[in-house]
Nanobody, 127 residues
Framework: QVQLVESGGGLVQAGGSLRLSCVSS????????MGWFRQAPGKEREFVAR????????YYADSVKGRFTISRDDAQNTVFLQMNSLKPEDTAAYYC????????????????????WGQGTQVTVSS
């Protein structure tokens, strides 16, 4: 059983920054691409960013492109999400997730393509 534990959420004013972390319990963490998703109250969970295994190729939702940066440290079994220029519409619970297939490079935007999820960390951006 893989455990993913997010941290780093909080309350921030518009224009501020936060850095989210997600630590995996899995020894083969480096073989999997990882994603960040978010879910606002009353809305569906939506894709935010993805980083591939090995080459670290990144992909972002249009709504966060240029403001958010996803990265990973395989030695620490950790994936990060640096969020800058935050907006009130970024308010949501943020979740990290593991691609259900190892060594897959193709971008996956659907929640069904991820099999393990963290418990989420709340990000609230005030105006």
């Amino acid at each position: 059983q893989v455990q993913l534990v997010e941290s780093g959420g909080g309350l921030v004013q518009a224009g501020g920054s936060l850095r989210l972390s997600c630590v995996s319990s899995e020894r083969t963490f480096s073989r999997y691409s990882m994603g960040w998703f978010r879910q606002a109250p009353g809305k569906e969970r939506e894709f935010v960013a993805r980083i591939s295994w090995s080459v670290g190729r990144t992909y972002y939702a249009d709504s966060v492109k240029g403001r958010f940066t996803i990265s990973r440290d395989d030695a620490q079994n950790t994936v990060f999400l640096q969020m800058n220029s935050l907006k009130p519409e970024d308010t949501a619970a943020y979740y990290c997730a593991r691609d259900r297939h190892p060594q897959r490079l193709a971008v996956q935007l659907q929640t069904s393509e991820y099999d393990y999820w963290g418990q989420g960390t709340q990000v609230t951006v005030s105006s």
